[in-house]
């Protein structure tokens, strides 16, 4: 089993959707929880972090976590193709470890 | 804020020679840096973790001879790939932690990015 699972994807919605992304974590220790967005040649960029039950929202992105569910998820409302991407779940065990990346979810968002 | 500089962005060598990436905190102190390799439609691999002053810790399965990693100061590490063959080719990717968010607020910032090509 990986440490940090993703759907493996690619997901498609349509522009104006509610485009979901799911991540499970196996270590229960796990402490910090991020979404990164990385385009096609770039590097990843941080969209989202989470350390608490419930959700947190910036814009249109809400990010979920449930810790005893072992379960992190990533919401876009109102898709736009500018979306379009892969989306890294990461999961921290510790205040100074290293980060532990999931394979990536590909968004597409149809015009 | 921030910010995390690379240099070069793209560089093509030839199979044999020693290349240098640097990563740069800009507006910011970084307790560690973070080295990664991305090949294509590949997920990303940590290299090493790098702390300043200290000797940098490597993944299992990542020679140390041939990734040299120093961190110089709070704002600057190097990886420096050595004897590269064309197997190297990647795109080699750093990451920095703010000193000034703590331990908790752990958020990794991204460089840009090195394409390197070894031909």
């Known amino acids: 089993q990986k440490e940090v699972e993703q759907n493996s994807g690619p997901l498609s919605v349509p522009e104006g959707a509610i485009a979901s992304l799911n991540c499970t974590y196996s270590d229960r220790v796990s402490q910090s929880f991020f979404w990164y967005r990385q385009y096609s040649g770039k590097s990843p960029e941080l969209i989202m972090s989470?350390?608490?039950?419930g959700d947190k929202e910036d814009g249109r992105f809400t990010a979920q976590l449930n810790k005893a569910s072992q379960y992190v998820s990533l919401l876009i409302r109102d898709s736009q193709p500018s979306d379009s991407a892969t989306y890294l779940c990461a999961v921290t065990v510790g205040n100074a470890g290293k980060s532990t990346f999931g394979d990536g979810t590909t968004l597409t968002v149809k015009p | 804020g921030a910010v995390v500089s690379q240099h070069p962005s793209r560089v093509i060598c030839k199979s044999g020679t020693s290349v240098k990436i640097e990563c740069r905190s800009l507006d910011f102190q970084a307790t560690t840096m973070f080295w990664y390799r991305q090949f294509p439609k590949q997920s990303l691999m940590l290299m090493a973790t790098?702390?300043?002053?200290?000797?940098?810790?490597?993944e299992q399965g990542v020679e140390k001879d041939k990734f040299l990693i120093n961190h110089a100061s709070l704002t600057l590490s190097t990886l420096t790939v050595t004897s590269a063959h064309p197997e190297d080719s990647s795109f080699y990717i750093c990451s920095a932690r703010d000193k000034s968010r703590g331990t908790v607020l752990n958020e990794q910032f991204f460089g840009p990015g090195t394409r390197l090509t070894v031909l």
């Open positions: 790098s702390n300043e002053g200290s000797k940098a810790t490597y």
């Open positions: 989470i350390y608490s039950n």
